[in-house]
């Protein structure tokens, strides 16, 4: 059945996104926890949280689901392809908006080469204990597809409708980057922080998420697709932000050089490439248009 979101008011659809975030976010403090040596980073928090973060993801499917006015207009889409699991234009969607982020990142991959990073992800070893990780699951796996799934595909069909794809490229971000706030709170009572400055890490938490919360729902918007973002979400993931001080470290000026020049190169490449690389024509894209 298609269906349309645009008889939503435009409070009301911001609304929606804002239960949604508070549901996300609420859901990883649900648990008791007396035991303050159990950080966010402990395997049984991380357990407890897979479960609560998936609960919300099932939730959120019928608040999508219900919202939806069924229609006959050309305009309209299924539920489904409305949230980005749709199988047209999957193959490009698994392969270029990832490339489009590595691209990005040249400086940090560069980096990772010379210091013989690489090296380890040809070890089959690696790959084996990461898969037993409970933090690289929940970096890799677990934040990606639920962060994704809440923030960009259940709640991007709510925002397009009344505010075009451009506003909501720059709204819905900003409910995923306040959202990081919370980790204010456990740098304060697991890492005995003080408020100064873990009010200091979290905002700027907050603004490298939002930042990459456009650039992903960019990717959403532009590819129709739910796993562009959350490829692009895994690998931002994996490689942090980049380490700029670590060019400096360098003493052979030549070296930092290339460094330097594959930071910006990847920069001006990834410019370019932008628009090219996220052309809604490779995805078979007509539920979005931008």
């Excluded at 008791?32 to 919300?56: E, G």
């Excluded at 037993?132 to 994704?148: C, D, F, G, M, T």
Aim: positive net charge; glycine residues 4%.
């Amino acid at each position: 059945m298609s269906v349309l979101y645009s008889q939503i008011e435009s409070y009301q659809s911001v609304l929606i996104c804002f239960v949604m975030s508070f549901m996300y976010v609420g859901s990883l403090y649900v648990w008791k926890n007396n035991n303050k040596q159990k950080n966010r980073d402990h395997p049984d928090v991380i357990r407890l949280r897979f479960i609560s973060v998936t609960a919300v993801c099932v939730l959120a499917i019928p608040i999508v689901w219900f919202f939806g006015s069924p229609s006959t207009s050309p305009e309209a889409h299924t539920v489904l392809e409305w949230i980005g699991i749709r199988l047209s234009g999957l193959i490009t969607a698994l392969v270029l908006p990832l490339v489009l982020t590595m691209v990005l990142f040249m400086g940090p991959l560069f980096l990772h080469y010379m210091d013989g990073v690489f090296r380890l992800y040809l070890e089959p070893q690696y790959w084996i204990k990461s898969s037993k990780n409970y933090i690289w699951l929940r970096n890799h796996v677990a934040a990606p597809i639920s962060e994704e799934f809440i923030f960009r595909a259940c709640m991007l069909p709510f925002l397009v409708p009344q505010f075009g794809e451009g506003w909501s490229i720059i709204l819905c971000p900003l409910f995923f980057g306040v959202a990081h706030l919370h980790h204010l709170i456990e740098r304060v009572t697991h890492q005995n922080e003080e408020v100064k400055d873990a009010l200091k890490k979290s905002l700027f938490q907050m603004a490298y998420t939002t930042v990459f919360g456009a650039y992903s729902a960019f990717l959403f918007i532009r590819t129709g697709h739910l796993i562009a973002p959350i490829l692009a979400h895994a690998f931002c993931n994996h490689m942090g932000f980049p380490a700029f001080n670590e060019v400096f470290a360098y003493e052979d000026k030549r070296i930092r050089r290339k460094i330097m020049a594959a930071f910006v190169a990847g920069l001006l490449l990834w410019m370019y490439l932008l628009f090219p690389l996220t052309s809604p024509f490779l995805y078979s894209n007509d539920v979005y248009h931008y």
